[in-house]
T-cell receptor, first 115, second 114 residues
Framework: DQQVKQNSPSLSVQEGRISILNCDYT??????FLWYKKYPAEGPTFLIS?????DKNEDGRFTVFLNKSAKHLSLHIVPSQPGDSAVYFC??????????????FGQGTTLQVKP | EPEVTQTPSHQVTQMGQEVILRCVPI?????FYWYRQILGQKVEFLVS????????KSEIFDDQFSVERPDGSNFTLKIRSTKLEDSAMYFC????????????FGQGTRLTVV
C-alpha cells in the first residue's frame, strides 16, 4: 500500500545548482505534507511543510510546491550545498475526522551534492 | 533547542527476549508516536498515543507490542517476545498538536535481534 511514493531513489547535482525532489501521493484525504532530511544513524529532521490549502511554501533555500490536482509535491533546494547530501523523505498526514497525526512516508531519495 | 531523546542508541537481544525502548518526548508536546525503519525500507508508522491511550495503531503493532507513558515524561515501547524480523531502527516522535504540526523525531534505537 504505497500511498506516498518517491520514484527516484537517488539524485546527484552539482554544488550551487538546483535540486528538485519529487513525491506523489494517492490518498486525497491527505491535507498536510512534510519533507524530512535524514543522515545515517540519525532520526529524520523536519525541513519544511505545506498545507493542502496552499500551493507553495518557502523557507530560505527550501521551497515546497504542491499540485493537488496531480497529487504531486516537490522540494526545491536552491542553491544546493554539499551539506545537503542526505536522504530526503516526503511524508503526508491528515485522514479527515480520524486524524491522529500519523505520518505516511515515501521511500526516500538520496541526494548527493558534489562540490 | 528542545529535542526528543531515545535510549539506548543500540540494543542487541536474543530472539524471544523482551525489550523496552525508551523515549523522552519534548515536554509541552501532547501526541506521541513510534515508527520503525527496517534496513533499506521506508519509515513505517507503528502507533500513536494521546491522553494516555493508543489513538491509532498499524497492522505491525500486534499483541507483542505495547506502549505506555508511566510517569508523564518517559514514553516506552515494549516488545514482549522479539523476533528476528523486529530488527530495525525504532524512532520515537512527538507533536505539539495534530493539526498541521511537524513531528520531531529522536535519533533512534537500533534494535538487533539475534
Amino acid at each position: 500500500d504505497q500511498q506516498v511514493k518517491q520514484n527516484s531513489p537517488s539524485l546527484s547535482v552539482q554544488e550551487g545548482r538546483i535540486s528538485i525532489l519529487n513525491c506523489d501521493y494517492t490518498n486525497s484525504m491527505f491535507d498536510y505534507f512534510l519533507w524530512y532530511k535524514k543522515y545515517p544513524a540519525e532520526g529524520p529532521t523536519f525541513l519544511i511543510s505545506i498545507s493542502s490549502i496552499k500551493d507553495k511554501n518557502e523557507d530560505g533555500r527550501f521551497t515546497v510546491f504542491l499540485n493537488k490536482s496531480a497529487k504531486h509535491l516537490s522540494l526545491h533546494i536552491v542553491p544546493s550545498q554539499p551539506g545537503d547530501s542526505a536522504v530526503y523523505f516526503c511524508a503526508a498526514s491528515g485522514h479527515g475526522s480520524s486524524n491522529t497525526g500519523k505520518l505516511i512516508f515515501g521511500q526516500g531519495t538520496t541526494l548527493q551534492v558534489k562540490p | 533547542e528542545p529535542e526528543v531523546t531515545q535510549t539506548p542508541s543500540h540494543q542487541v537481544t536474543q530472539m524471544g527476549q523482551e525489550v523496552i525502548l525508551r523515549c523522552v518526548p519534548i515536554s509541552n508536546h501532547l501526541y506521541f508516536y513510534w515508527y520503525r525503519q527496517i534496513l533499506g525500507q521506508k519509515v513505517e508508522f507503528l502507533v500513536s498515543f494521546y491522553n494516555n491511550e493508543i489513538s491509532e495503531k498499524s497492522e505491525i503493532f500486534d499483541d507483542q507490542f505495547s506502549v505506555e507513558r508511566p510517569d508523564g515524561s518517559n514514553f516506552t515501547l515494549k516488545i514482549r517476545s522479539t523476533k528476528l524480523e523486529d530488527s530495525a531502527m525504532y524512532f520515537c516522535a512527538s507533536v505539539r498538536t495534530t493539526l498541521r504540526s511537524e513531528a520531531f523525531f529522536g535519533q533512534g534505537t537500533r534494535l538487533t535481534v539475534v
